[in-house]
């Protein structure tokens, strides 16, 4: 963070609330400065307190406003999310086991951009222990994108489209995300 002009956060997790109007299932989305990017995370969903779903998704978000005020560049970008989620107890057993990987795509030509596991980010009973210590009772419906990983070469990458995976290799599935990026900057 430091290297790319962005003030450390105070305690890690740091949350930062967006309105859930931001979250999107869509596969465009528009924003209003050319310096943004998306960001591979997993993305938890809690729903009736202790059902947990585990989908993919980008905590797209302008860099440019970053390096000022964190949470004001997180709300002002779309968080995109996979339509498709899966029950968090169906991966816990091998939840280090589980990669991902996302690419930048610039004239169609996929640029490697982000790769690791689920084992690289915080495991979700530590997250939820935290969040509850903070945010008790939990709401129903809660979304929270869990970190992402580290960027290919140490640099953001401003492209017109990103592309996301989660891969169990041990059910054997995996989750796709693709959008496309429109600059619609005054």
Not at 91 to 110: K, Q, T
Not at 143 to 162: N, Q, S
Request: charged content about 30%.
């Amino acid at each position: 963070m430091r290297a790319h002009g962005v003030p450390i956060p105070d305690a890690v997790p740091t949350f930062y609330p967006v309105p859930m109007e931001l979250l999107t299932r869509a596969r465009a989305i528009e924003v209003s400065t050319a310096e943004s990017s998306g960001e591979i995370e997993p993305v938890l969903v809690i729903r009736d307190r202790d059902e947990w779903y585990l989908t993919l998704g980008s905590d797209h978000t302008a860099r440019d406003i970053e390096k000022a005020d964190i949470a004001r560049s997180k709300a002002a970008c779309p968080k995109i999310v996979c339509a498709e989620e899966w029950a968090y107890a169906d991966v816990r057993p091998h939840w280090d086991r589980i990669e991902l990987a996302g690419w930048a795509v610039i004239d169609g030509r996929r640029q490697p951009y982000q790769r690791g596991t689920l084992g690289d980010v915080m495991e979700p009973e530590e997250l939820v222990r935290i969040l509850r210590e903070r945010l008790a009772p939990l709401p129903n419906g809660l979304t929270v994108c869990m970190g992402t990983l580290p960027l290919i070469g140490g640099k953001f990458v401003y492209a017109p489209r990103y592309e996301f995976e989660m891969v169990d290799p041990v059910l054997e599935r995996r989750l796709a995300l693709g959008y496309d990026v429109r600059v619609n900057a005054p």
